[in-house]
């Protein structure tokens, strides 16, 4: 592959928000609510921040990791050189594993949203189908198209959605929210656990890093 083929397929650090953002931000936004609140309570508030955390370190280490790598290697390369040729193959396989059961959930979940709020009557394969075509129609144009859907699929709900958020603030109690503490650590940590698909998206960082231009300016 020449360096101008490759030029196409990267993209600028600055992106790397929305990359990473653009897949958390998804039907793991529809339930988790639900899910904090049954384990933590009114506690739930404190698991949220506690994920958001989590998920904070994980990129660090990620970014450190990758920073100290020659060659911007990927995470194939990085398993191979940590853990030799067969032990590096298990985790990149499982890893592999990991993704297609994601958007294997992720694509039941959102055909199963759209039949029940919007065409009850319309097989889930027909969805499936679909969301399959249109998939690989915009991963067939390259990371770029990739990465600009995942641009608009931030800034749109950040500037329409978003803003909505703030209009039942005027109505809020936030005595709710005492006592503080109320529930155990580990009714927290499980409230946290249940919040874990909000953070999804943090494990492409792992696997498109090779295209991020000057992939050290990133970490």
């Not at 985790?91 to 039949?115: D, M, P, R």
Request: with cysteine.
């Amino acid at each position: 592959m020449s360096q101008a083929t490759k030029e196409r397929f990267l993209v600028s650090p600055f992106l790397v928000f929305f990359l990473i953002t653009g897949t958390q931000v998804g039907i793991g936004m529809l339930s988790f609510q639900r899910l904090v609140m049954k384990e933590a309570g009114h506690d739930a508030w404190i698991a949220v921040i506690l994920t958001g955390i989590i998920a904070h370190l994980l990129i660090w280490v990620m970014y450190k990791l990758f920073a100290h790598s020659p060659n911007a290697e990927d995470i194939v390369s990085i398993h191979q050189r940590y853990f030799g040729k067969w032990a590096g193959f298990v985790f990149s396989f499982a890893l592999l594993v990991y993704f297609s059961l994601l958007a294997f959930t992720v694509l039941q979940t959102y055909i199963e949203i759209i039949k029940i709020w919007m065409f009850p009557l319309m097989g889930a394969w027909q969805f499936s189908l679909i969301f399959l075509v249109l998939t690989y129609y915009a991963v067939l144009g390259g990371f770029r198209v990739v990465t600009g859907l995942c641009f608009w699929s931030v800034v749109i709900p950040l500037l329409t959605i978003f803003p909505m958020l703030f209009f039942p603030l005027e109505y809020a109690h936030y005595r709710n929210l005492l006592p503080i503490f109320d529930h155990s650590i580990g009714e927290i940590f499980s409230g946290a656990k249940s919040n874990v698909t909000a953070i999804f998206g943090n494990g492409n960082a792992a696997c498109i890093l090779p295209v991020y231009q000057t992939a050290g300016k990133v970490a």
